[in-house]
């Protein structure tokens, strides 16, 4: 069976702003994160002659320790589009159950919500972006998530490429709030593209090379530090890992 793999850019690591403990969390937290990643698919639309309000943007959170079941894990992502500091959408994750009617019991499907900052004009996607109908994406037992929000839906068009967004963990009260960072859909630090595609993402196996293109402004600018890399189906513990290029070595000047 094939096993995804998402190649997600990393933008943050787990220099949390906390509420108040300064004392490391346990390694088997999961309500705290670790890393936070960004991504999407627009080289592969810009490709297809396609472009910035055709694609899906990829969240990335990886937390500590694994969930057991994902409602273990309430997340929220506040973005900002018009850059003037006040956010206007938010990704929640939440099941489709309670989605569709809030008098419904809670199901075990789930997904990522996309609302106003208000709480209007809502939409559903699937949690780790493919419907469990077409691949096991391992939602349970993980401290991997990814969460996929249409661009067109923050109002993203090839003349409005950029916006600012925040992570956090916890529900109603924030648990760790990750520093804001900024993305531009039409300018990725990094793309990603493979031989072997798995359903979303590509097939995590040795005989599969992943291809990187580079942009070292963008990757600057957004402030990336390397790969967060997803490997969903790696026991825990294994779920994520970190590439970094190799920094070339800094010359001191004599006496110093
Ligand atoms: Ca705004």
């Known amino acids: 069976m ?38 999407s ?53 939440g099941d489709l159950a309670t989605f569709t009617s809030a008098a419904n019991s809670s199901s075990d499907v789930f997904i990522a919500t996309l609302c106003t900052s208000a709480g209007t004009n809502c939409k559903a996607s699937p949690r780790n972006v493919v419907d469990a109908s077409v691949a096991d994406m391992v939602l349970f037992n993980t401290n991997v998530v990814v969460l996929p929000v249409a661009a067109a839906d923050l109002g993203l068009s090839s003349t409005k490429t950029a916006f600012t967004y925040r992570v956090r963990t916890g529900g109603s009260s924030a648990i760790d709030l990750m520093p804001r960072q900024s993305y531009d859909v039409a300018r990725p630090g990094m793309s990603f593209s493979a031989a072997n595609n798995a359903p979303f ?48 070595p800094r010359h001191r000047a004599a006496g110093r």
């Open 2 to 39: 094939p096993t995804p793999a998402t190649h997600i850019e990393r933008t943050a690591t787990s220099a949390t702003i906390t509420n108040a403990s300064t004392v490391p969390p346990p390694s088997t937290d999961q309500t705290r994160a670790k890393y936070d990643g960004m991504a």
């Open 41 to 93: 698919n627009f080289a592969a639309q810009k490709a297809a002659g396609k472009g910035v309000a055709d694609s899906t943007i990829y969240f990335a959170v990886a937390t500590f320790g694994p969930w057991t079941s994902p409602v273990q894990t309430p997340l929220r992502i506040d973005i900002d589009t018009n850059g003037d500091g006040v956010d206007d959408f938010r990704v929640t994750t």
């Open 201 to 248: 993402g590509f097939v995590d196996s040795a005989a599969n090379t992943i291809s990187v293109a580079y942009d070292k402004t963008a990757f600057t600018n957004a402030k990336s530090k390397g790969i967060l890399l997803l490997h969903l189906h790696n026991e825990n513990g294994k779920h994520e890992e970190i590439v970094t290029a190799a920094a070339p």
